[in-house]
T-cell receptor
């Protein structure tokens, strides 16, 4: 069965304190691994797509990496505006998107 | 450009009442459409998806149903709401071409509270 597990469930950082979020997955026929950002009361907003092991993508203070079993979202020198829930999802061979339960990130000034 | 609209944004309904949530997509044709539910502090659970008019696939047995009366319209319904139907409902779309790209594009969601 396809499964996505994210850790930690919640993370509190001081502004400027770098850290990483983990997403481990099992999926039949991976078409892509996705990272989304979700603000309270809003729909998820696309951040990155990763297709194969070894791939990396960067956007501002965020960097996503992918191995055969997991993905990491690295946050460098975060700011309070980076506070949100970060969702990881995998797209299986039938184009269904399966989500993890997310990591709630709080960055304190 | 493509946009997705969902309404209403918030809804408070009594137990046993009917439900109808609507989602429309603009700027594209023949999209794949999806309904997800997100319980408080949880991830997104896929409820229904549709690859075309009148074609609905259910992922989870439940008190809800979905319909697709037009190419770019997706409706989530219930005849009698339960307390457990409370949650944040999200509609999403994907191009049918097989391109993976951005995954799904999501609407702004409907917060449903059943009282």
């Amino acid at each position: 069965e396809d499964q996505v597990t994210q850790s930690p469930e919640a993370l509190r950082l001081q502004e400027g304190e770098s850290s990483s979020l983990n997403c481990s997955y099992t999926v039949s026929g991976l078409r892509g691994l996705f990272w989304y950002r979700q603000d309270p009361g809003k729909g998820p907003e696309f951040l990155f797509t990763l297709y194969s092991a070894g791939e990396e993508k960067e956007k501002e203070r965020l960097k996503a990496t992918l191995t055969k079993k997991e993905s990491f979202l690295h946050i460098t020198a975060p700011k309070p505006e980076d506070s949100a829930t970060y969702l990881c999802a995998v797209m299986d061979s039938s184009y269904k998107l399966i989500f993890g339960s997310g990591t709630r990130l709080l960055v304190r000034p | 450009s493509q946009t997705i609209h969902q309404w209403p944004a918030t809804l408070v309904q009594p137990v046993g009442s009917p439900l109808s949530l609507e989602c429309t997509v603009e700027g594209t044709s023949n999209p794949n459409l999806y309904w997800y539910r997100q319980a408080a502090g949880r991830g997104l659970q896929l409820l229904f998806y549709s690859v075309g008019i009148g074609q609905i696939s259910s992922e989870v047995p439940q008190n809800l149903s979905a319909s697709r009366p037009q190419d770019r319209q997706f409706i989530l319904s219930s005849k009698k709401l339960l307390l457990s139907d409370s949650g944040f409902y999200l509609c999403a779309w994907r191009r049918l071409s097989g391109e993976v790209g951005y995954g799904y594009t999501f609407g702004s969601g409907t917060r449903l509270t059943v009282v």
